[in-house]
T-cell receptor
Framework: DGGITQSPKYLFRKEGQNVTLSCEQN?????MYWYRQDPGQGLRLIYY???????QKGDIAEGYSVSREKKESFPLTVTSAQKNPTAFYLC???????????????FGDGTRLSIL | GIQVEQSPPDLILQEGANSTLRCNFS?????LQWFHQNPWGQLINLFY???GTKQNGRLSATTVATERYSLLYISSSQTTDSGVYFC??????????????FGTGTRLTIIP
């Protein structure tokens, strides 16, 4: 079945450590997104990418980095510069508007990151 | 950027009751989605509805784009409807700019 796979489901980070969250999609979508959700809050955009080897900062990019070397993959690295990384991270993908019939964004099941 | 407000923030209902959730947004939108987030954190797409009315079983949604609001109706509530309901909009004017802005959600609790 087509979908978005995020791994791991749970991740623990030590102080000063970088960690990478995986996001893979087999929906043949051009655009991919990373969102952060804090308890009791909505989702906020971290980074997004509309094409391989290109990506843009979202609203809360500080302390995060991404890469887009393949269409199917959009990993997110939470760096030691992110002072409050404990959150729920969701990856999404979509077609580019105008390429075909408009469709909703599709989301993975998320990764919960905690600080040890 | 665009502002998205959802109301009410919390709603507690008896099983079998009907409910209406509201989403107001501050600018014209190209895309509006309603999501249900279950207790495990999964975001379930309910509706993709930038305008008009759609129905799916006990759920229906209406977006009045000219008045900048959307409503989600849940009829004959079941305990499995509990969770947080999010409205998210995309208002980019540039080609290919599909960033979603989320509201803060409505937490729905259905009591047996």
């Amino acid at each position: 079945d087509g979908g978005i796979t995020q791994s791991p489901k749970y991740l623990f980070r030590k102080e000063g450590q970088n960690v990478t969250l995986s996001c893979e999609q087999n929906l043949n979508h051009d655009a991919m997104y990373w969102y952060r959700q804090d308890p009791g809050q909505g989702l906020r955009l971290i980074y997004y990418s509309q094409i391989v080897n290109d990506f843009q900062k979202g609203d809360i990019a500080e302390g995060y980095s991404v890469s887009r070397e393949k269409k199917e993959s959009f990993p997110l690295t939470v760096t030691s510069a992110q002072k409050n990384p404990t959150a729920f991270y969701l990856c999404a993908s979509s077609i580019i508007r105008g390429v075909g019939p408009d469709q909703p964004q599709h989301f993975g099941d998320g990764t919960r990151l905690s600080i040890l | 950027g665009i502002q998205v407000e959802q109301s009410p923030p919390d709603l507690i209902l008896q099983e079998g009751a009907n409910s209406t959730l509201r989403c107001n947004f501050s600018d014209s939108v190209n895309n509006l989605q309603w999501f249900h987030q279950n207790p495990w954190g999964q975001l379930i797409n309910l509706f993709y509805i930038p305008s008009g009315t759609k129905q799916n079983g006990r759920l229906s949604a209406t977006t009045v784009a000219t008045e900048r609001y959307s409503l989600l109706y849940i009829s004959s509530s079941q305990t499995t409807d509990s969770g947080v309901y999010f409205c998210a909009v995309e208002s980019g004017s540039n080609f290919g700019n599909e960033k979603l802005t989320f509201g803060t959600g409505t937490r729905l609790t259905i009591i047996p």
